[in-house]
């Protein structure tokens, strides 16, 4: 996410750490430089030349603290003005705390509405409450069925009124929810391929009719300033209470993040970050600002590994992990703990330090499993020393697992480069890294 505008950010902010002092003159052309980088990642013109301004004269203003580098310092001014572009606080989904909560889903065709109505069903459902997801989007039969695919997959009922118009469903949806318990209703509408007034109309109707708690706008993160165009309109006819952006896994440049808060003044509350119905994550501005920084998003991936990962095991493996001591058959539980907690390039992408080694690798999801198989062949006491496989024991576990030797070799290779690294980064600073994060 945001590679290219990282990259630029950091290669402007390298000149500026390690001087010792820091002229105005050096802040102005590392903002020149930075203004560059955002207009590049198709952030909008006006949004990245008040930026630009505004850490300008923080960062000439500040007392250069002795103790600090001052161009960290600048990083920093930079670091608190993209926390305020972005939103400031993390700005929280009306609370499940009535029956029925109700959230209405807009955006248009192919923003990822439908998907994004799955997903907050998903949520709901993971925090004990009953979802109703609706269909109103009754344009296109596909849609409707579309949604009652999604419902299905995580049991969750599905509204649908065959031959009423959305406006009537949404009504009716609500009026089931009430009498049926239900704790969550969402409404997934139509769009369009552009604004148009029909559709405008047909949504200010539901919201009349069912004045929603949410209204959350789902904005395409890869479109850009279109995405933030299309924000703007649905804001001033609808008064949406929440954007989402979505695709955010993809390789958006930034643009939509970065300047939709600004041009709106609607806060930006969920992200969506893949295909998947658990790919929902709350948005924090801090934890994307260090992200676009470079910094890493070791909170985020903390937390991501809390869900998912037993700590106290996770420590255990830590320790070995960092002694070098850490063996196949650990592998093995890491790649189960990883596939739960999504992809691998979007787990390792968060890691301060290991985005960028890891850039340019592609994790193949396959290469995994036929890792997994040739471990599968080892014996318990080879998985525990590695050491030991020598080149019969390879001739042996390539037959077994189906692969050749020099499958088998490869793997061995990396194991023990792997090994190593970690070994080191144990010696110096990765003290803090969360245990059961398998770098492969
Ligand atoms: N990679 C990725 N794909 C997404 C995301 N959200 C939705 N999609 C995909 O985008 C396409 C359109 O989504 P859909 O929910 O049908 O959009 P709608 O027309 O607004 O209802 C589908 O192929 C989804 O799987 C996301 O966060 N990341
Ligand atoms: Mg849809």
Request: charged share 30%; proline share 4%.
């Amino acid at each position: 996410m945001f590679s290219n505008l990282t990259d630029k950010l950091e290669s402007t902010f390298k000149k500026l750490r390690g001087h010792g002092k820091l002229s105005e003159k050096n802040i102005r052309d590392a903002m020149r430089e930075v203004r560059q980088a955002l207009l590049e990642a198709d952030v909008n013109y006006k949004v990245a030349g008040s930026f630009v301004k505004s850490v300008e004269q923080k960062a000439v203003g500040a007392k250069v603290l002795r103790s600090i580098d001052p161009g960290q310092q600048v990083v920093k001014v930079v670091y608190d003005e993209l926390v305020q572009l972005l939103g400031g606080k993390a700005a929280p989904l009306a609370p499940f705390d009535k029956q029925p909560v109700i959230f209405m889903i807009c955006g248009l065709q192919g923003s990822g509405k439908t998907t994004l109505t799955g997903k907050i069903a998903l949520m709901a459902k993971r925090k004990k409450k009953k979802p109703l997801v609706v269909a109103a989007d009754t344009q296109r039969p596909a849609a409707v069925k579309q949604l009652r695919v999604l419902a299905d997959s995580i049991s969750v009922e599905h509204f649908y009124v065959d031959g009423k118009g959305p406006e009537d469903i949404c009504k009716l949806a609500v009026k089931h929810a009430q009498k049926n318990f239900i704790d969550v209703v969402i409404m997934d509408t139509a769009g369009r391929l552009h604004i148009d007034d029909e559709l405008m109309a047909e949504l200010e109707k539901i919201r009349q009719l069912t004045t929603p708690d949410e209204i959350l706008l789902v904005a395409d993160a890869m479109t850009g300033q279109d995405a933030v165009n299309v924000a703007r309109e649905f804001h001033e006819r609808l008064e949406v209470t929440g954007v989402v952006l979505s695709k955010l896994d993809g390789d958006a440049r930034g643009g939509a993040a970065l300047s939709i808060r600004e041009v709106t003044g609607c806060p930006i509350k969920l992200a969506s970050t893949g295909e998947k119905l658990g790919d929902l994550e709350p948005f924090h501005p801090d934890r994307l600002a260090s992200r676009i920084l470079g910094m890493g998003d070791i909170v985020s991936l903390v937390e991501k590994a809390q869900e998912t990962v037993d700590l106290s095991e996770a420590e255990r493996l830590q320790e070995k992990l960092l002694k070098s001591k850490f063996d196949f058959e650990d592998f093995l539980g890491q790649v189960n703990q990883l596939k739960k907690m999504g992809p691998l390039e979007s787990v390792l992408g968060m890691v301060p330090g290991l985005g960028k080694q890891l850039k340019g690798i592609k994790f193949d999801e396959r290469e995994i499993e036929r890792m997994t198989a040739i471990i599968k062949s080892m014996t318990v006491q080879e998985r525990r020393n590695p050491g030991m496989i020598d080149g019969s024991r390879r001739r042996r576990i390539a037959a077994g697992s189906g692969n050749s030797v020099q499958a088998v070799n490869q793997l061995l290779k990396q194991f023990f480069a792997m090994q190593k690294m970690f070994g080191n980064l144990g010696k110096k600073k990765l003290k803090g890294l969360p245990g059961g994060i398998m770098p492969f």
